[in-house]
């Protein structure tokens, strides 16, 4: 069998894999959010928040309650970073310098995971247990609140209510990351990755001497890693580093993890919308969108063009031997299509038109799937937008799901799409414009206004994966990278919740002969169309001086 | 204004609250539990999968050394693999990648001096390697620096050299090779591969025994 061929099989397991896990995962989680049974440890959880988690709560409360604990949740992660010369277990590590500490604690709590440090020379057990893997639950359990507060919107009518932020976000926790998480731990550990609080210690070598070896609770946090689309590593190779992913199979399962959430939430919008095939119809855009992106990047990676890898014989620079390009290219697909940014191999290395396509994928706005929560509600708020764009065209008062997309409901959606291409252009010309920025870069021309390109962009979409050749720990990066990191993810979820309230008021309009059916093929072919024209439109100019020129010369 | 700042104030104590107790149950209950299972259940994978030879360990089966001599097989290059500079104390490994692009000038320089050096010691008297054999992870490095694999293609082309060092046969090695081979998983997952230490270890004891 032939590695393309081998490729192609992988992709299609992989799919088995995601369709068998849809339909109980999606209507599980849809009752997790539907009943109103409370476990007794979630009651304990509620006792020691004091929060009454059967209070409803308007749009501008469940958005304070986001917003609290995100700020809490930065301050805390900040000072733990800060303090960490005189915490115990932290194996001697110092103090993180402000500005990266800074950088560090929004990166994590926005779940974007876009790391400024080396994670074996700069986070202690402390740290990396009790403060980044924490985040790495919570921020993805904020993210399926938030979208499951603009699914409400969509099933509720004639009120202002979308549910409770605290008993959300916890049930996010107990009742799908935690138990998922635990179970995914243990796979990986059973296949190599390694578990244990034995901190830095000397191994022999087959030629004598012997080498020092960073071990820390690496499955646990590798599990909720993928899991919850967050994407730090344990480890500065992250999950290209043996120790996080040791086989060909657990980089197959990681692809999985991180895919799961974001595809079966497809399934629990339907459910709670009273409509599954409405569902399908989001499932079979975003599920278009991730094939033809991995079909490409197979497809570039495969042909190899590129000076080096021309004499080379092979995209496998960057690469390791037990992924191959095949693998290792769904990997690349599948982490910058969702928010997740943890990579099996490095971008940076990847053919020129390779890593315009990992860009463009997060350029889309990470929807197909997305991140946890995120893509949903970024995929939502497409399809205001396609369904606006088709009212336009047949001169109708457009509709979606039975509720009306009037001035407001729109305006909200048109800000929301505005937010992350502002901070990634503005960010990134600014970048490029002053003296020092550019020192940061590693490889001059095309490829060195991709670093910055995809640095921003990267961070404006909270994914988290780097051209990594980039020196992001400057105060310039650390800082502005923050600033998109926050503004990119905080600013959406405030339009996705103001949509959420004033859906929510309306009352469902029926539907008639001439309502476009959004769970039809020709709605998802409509929304396909919509996304790449507008992400094309947006980013065009800034790909084609980067990676475009890149791959188009070699 | 009085009153909206103390509402603030309640949510904030509330977001602490919710922090302090999810902390507890995702950072501290949770990576214990696994890490209790995983001892009990996987011992060696857990710390590390460390591979013994002669009863002493010699490293981890997953992760890659450098600076075998010639009489051994070869490992990919690792121009990613970095040293600590931040943490003085210890001399940590850093993992890590070139992250050099594909039409980075240095990094056709140093693919076309690992061809050369390739095609040099792996030639002998003969047996003469052409520059069209050697494979592509034999002169690029890999994701993590710490690449505990190369391809057969690769391990291949190293059986006459490493044959005629240790006075063994090219058929005694590329049995050796052959016997270390590990093909894709259940047949179509990622790719064939031969684990370097594994094969050295049992050239080593091999070489012993003639």
Known sequence: MGPVLAGVLQLLALMGALALAYIPLGTYMAKVYSTDKHWRVEKWIYKGIGANPDTEMRWTAYLRGVLAFSAVGVLFLYLLQRLQGVLPGSLGFQAIDPDQAFNTAVSFVTNTNWQSYYGEQAMGHVVQTAGLAVQNFVSAAVGIAVAVALVRGFARSRTGELGNFWSDMVRGVTRILLPGAFIAAIVLVACGAIQNFSGIHEVGQFMGGSQQWNGGAVASQEAIKEFGTNGGGYFNANSAHPFENPTPFTNLFEIFLLLVIPFSLTRTFGVMVGSVKQGYAILATMATIWVGFVALMMWTEFAHHGPALQIAGGAMEGKEVRFGVGSSSIFAVSTTLTSTGAVDSFHSSFTGLGGGITMLGMMLGEIAPGGTGSGLYGMLIMAIIAVFIAGLMVGRTPEYLGKKIGTREIKLAACYILVTPALVLVFAGVAMALPTPVHSMTNSGAHGFSEILYAYTSAANNNGSAFAGLNADTQWFNTTLGLAMALGRFLPMVFVLALAGSLAEQRPVPETAGTLRTNKPLFVGLLVGAILIITGLTYFPALALGPLAEGLAS | ?210
Do not use: C
């Open chain 2, 1 to 210: 204004m009085n009153n909206s700042v103390s509402n603030t104030g309640r949510l904030l104590w509330a977001g602490l609250r919710a922090l302090l107790v999810l902390t507890l149950v995702t950072g501290v209950i949770y990576p214990l539990a696994v890490t209790g299972v995983a001892q009990a259940l996987f011992h060696d994978k857990a710390n590390g999968s460390e591979v013994k030879a002669d009863g002493k360990v010699v490293g981890s089966s997953l992760i890659g050394q450098q600076d075998y001599g010639l009489a051994y097989f070869q490992p990919r290059p690792a121009k990613g693999l970095g040293e600590n500079s931040v943490n003085t104390q210890y001399k940590l490994i850093l993992s890590g990648a070139t992250n050099r692009s594909a039409d980075n000038p240095e990094l056709v320089t140093w693919v076309k001096a690992a061809r050369a050096k390739v095609v040099k010691d792996n030639s002998t008297a003969d047996y003469k390697v052409e520059p069209s054999q050697v494979p592509a992870d034999a002169v690029t490095s890999s994701g993590s620096g710490l690449d505990p694999d190369i391809s057969p293609a690769y391990a291949e082309l190293q059986v006459h050299r490493v044959a005629e060092r240790n006075g063994l046969s090219v058929a005694q090695v590329e049995k050796l090779v052959e016997e270390h081979t590990d093909g894709r998983t259940l047949g179509f997952i990622g790719e064939p591969r031969v684990n370097v230490l594994e094969l050295n270890i049992a050239l080593k004891a091999l070489a012993a025994k003639s």
